[in-house]
């Protein structure tokens, strides 16, 4: 047999074994079919069970965990932490919080917040965090015949750093809000000064700062009388307040989210 019949006589065999209906495997194009219909029936059948088995990790109550059934204590939470979220959202009057007060841009970093403007070649920086800050606006109003006592509004008046730099030279006053009780007979004062502080370059546990307390009277007003000159005002301090509470809602809504999501394990 000469080589070119060979080669033809192989090459007629891998065809046959290469074309089903030939070699008899499968007889019919409904064969075809139904192989493909398997092939594909298996492919489906095991995302399934994979769907399955992702499903069989998910919290049954809906919240979308895959850590499985929640435990008591974690359903009861989770279930008011979103009732909870609800209100507060109801009650939250500001929705987004300003970039800046009277001129003041406003710059947050977590619970500190940082207020600055420049004037000259002065620069003017008012700081102060919202971190128990918040205490009702009125005392409350307590009867005998009273379930709960009725609450003021909550506002935040934290304690607040001014810092004035020209230069080198920063001039820092610590004050804080003044309560209802606490103002001065003729005074209206909303703020006052608790410490006064001077020095150059980076503030140090060395540099000098005097109370408030024991200010001249005068010298005390003068300080207040100046402060006022710069913008920061009885008016300013209360828009100061409102920019607070607005700010310390908004974050107590975020832990709350944050409180929710962690404990439905999402």
Not at 91 to 100: D, H, S, Y
Request: charged share 25%.
């Amino acid at each position: 047999m000469n080589n070119i019949l060979k080669i033809t006589l192989r090459l007629n065999g891998l065809r046959s074994l290469l074309n089903p209906i030939r070699n008899g495997a499968l007889s019919s194009t409904n064969q075809q079919r139904q192989f493909a219909r398997n092939i594909w029936y298996m492919s489906n059948t095991q995302n399934d069970f994979i769907k399955e088995v992702e499903h069989s990790q998910l919290c049954s109550c809906g919240c979308g965990s895959k850590r499985g059934a929640h435990t008591k204590a974690e359903k009861e939470l989770v279930e008011f932490l979103t009732e909870e979220i609800l209100a507060e959202r109801k009650a939250q009057k500001v929705k987004t919080i300003p970039a800046e007060i009277s001129g003041f841009k406003a710059n947050l970093n977590g619970a500190e917040v940082t207020l600055s403007k420049v004037v000259g070649d002065e620069t003017i920086k008012i700081i102060f965090n919202v971190n128990h800050s918040v205490d009702s606006d009125v005392e409350p109003e307590v009867g005998e015949n009273m379930d709960k006592p009725e609450l003021g509004e909550l506002k935040s008046k934290p304690s607040f750093k001014i810092e004035l730099l020209r230069g080198q030279t920063t001039i820092s006053l610590l004050c804080s809000f003044v309560g209802t009780n606490e103002q001065e007979e003729g005074y209206n004062d909303v703020f006052g000064i608790d410490e006064i502080s001077i020095y150059d370059g980076e503030w140090n546990e060395n540099v000098y700062s005097v109370s408030g307390e024991v200010l001249d009277s005068y010298l005390y007003d003068l300080l207040l009388n100046y402060l006022e000159e710069k913008g920061i005002s009885n008016e300013f301090v209360e828009k100061l307040s409102n920019f607070s509470t607005s700010y310390e809602h908004s974050a107590y809504i975020g832990l709350l989210e944050g409180l929710s999501k962690f404990v439905a394990g999402k």
